[in-house]
């Protein structure tokens, strides 16, 4: 089957062509795939063409097998069947300036931090493109017949994008492309836990991203301990990787940073991230660990969440504790996949 919502508008006009379409069917075609609907919905396409396509194309490779919604904070989390039958989450949360949705770019992910659930069957397949769009499409269909619509994504779900560069760039892409969904480009949000290549890639590509950096440590040995890339790239390296995208982009970056209790939680660990990143254009987003079931860790206190903050913010670094959304589903920072996965097989 031919996955249409993987094709730019450019793609799409030329397999219509071949089929021996007049050109505005392209227009025609792309605003309904970007709108969620049916073949039988597309109702100004002539039925034949319908027929054609119903036999050899889908319309969206995904659809959603279920949902879960929090009941702290109205967090949804959704799961996803994919058309070869496996299984992957996003997240929507809701925020007074509108909603955000968390998708994945892989089936699982093969990185290996030793705090994300993510990662622990390993990663089976990069997702396409249109995978990943079908994920926005579905959520965004459904906001829309709220009134609502979706103004942030954060590529920060199941994989590492930037292992999966090309497909994860074809979908941004499409999903800012004015004639589909037009999302803002600067409401874009992509995770990486630092593959300098790609993020110096990344920085070429002409594009006013955020990116997040998955620091979790403040120096080498902590970060080997906890992150497995680290034994690749040392955290000077990334971090100059960040500086090249700051000075190419003018974007600031922001750096994750999990409070894991008695590894990377005490005062001395914040006076020496503060050193690290003196002077650099970045935001430090504190987030306590959250806690998956298969792994021996746990978050710290309150009390030294708190003190780990302050100590930053003494040292003049810029820096939040983030608000986590939909720990009760399973569906907050490092805790996706697997769990709804194991209950749905």
């Known amino acids: 089957m031919i996955d249409l919502l993987s094709m730019t508008y450019e793609e799409l006009g030329a397999m219509l062509k071949e089929m021996g379409q007049p050109k505005f069917r392209a ?10 609907a049916s073949w039988d919905e597309m109702r100004n396409l002539p039925t034949i063409l319908r027929e054609q396509l119903a036999k050899n194309c889908t319309a969206n490779p995904i659809e959603i097998e279920r949902s879960i919604t929090s009941k702290i904070d109205g967090t949804q989390k959704f799961l996803f069947r994919l058309m070869d039958g496996n299984l992957v989450e996003g997240v929507l949360m809701r925020y007074h300036h509108g909603a955000t949705l968390c998708l994945s770019t892989q089936v699982g992910c093969k990185m290996g931090c030793a705090f994300c659930a993510s990662t622990l069957d390993g990663c089976v397949r990069n997702l396409t493109p249109g995978e990943m769009l079908g994920q926005v499409v579905l959520i965004h ?41 037009n999302l803002s480009t600067r409401g874009i949000s992509l995770s990486t836990c630092g593959l300098v290549p790609e993020m110096d890639r990344l920085s070429k590509e002409g594009l006013q991203l955020t990116l997040s950096l998955s620091l979790h440590a403040s120096n080498d040995k902590i970060r080997r301990e906890i992150m497995p890339i680290a034994n690749v790239y040392t955290i000077q390296q990334t971090l100059d990787a960040c500086k090249r995208y700051i000075e190419k982009t003018g974007r600031r970056v922001i750096l994750e940073y999990a ?75 490092g805790q996706l996949r697997r769990h709804a996965m194991n209950q749905a097989q």
Not at 27 to 35: A, D, G, H
Request: net charge neutral; glycine share 6%; aromatic share 4%.
């Open 141 to 181: 269909r459904r906001l829309m017949e709220s009134g609502s619509r979706i103004a942030n994504l954060v590529l920060m779900g199941s994989g590492e994008p930037l292992d999966n560069y090309d497909n994860v760039l074809k979908f941004i892409r499409l999903a800012i492309d004015e004639r589909g969904l």
């Open 27 to 36: 227009k025609q075609l792309y605003e309904w795939l970007n709108r969620g």
């Open 259 to 333: 409070l894991i209790d008695s590894v990377n939680d005490d005062l001395a660990h914040a006076d020496e991230l503060s050193r690290l990143l003196r002077g650099m254009q970045c935001h430090v987003n504190l987030i306590p660990l959250n806690e998956v079931a298969e792994r021996n860790l746990r978050p710290p206190s309150p009390e030294r969440v708190r003190a780990f903050l302050t100590r930053l913010e003494h040292r003049h670094i810029s820096a939040t504790v983030r608000r986590e959304m939909g720990s009760d589903i399973q569906g907050a920072c």
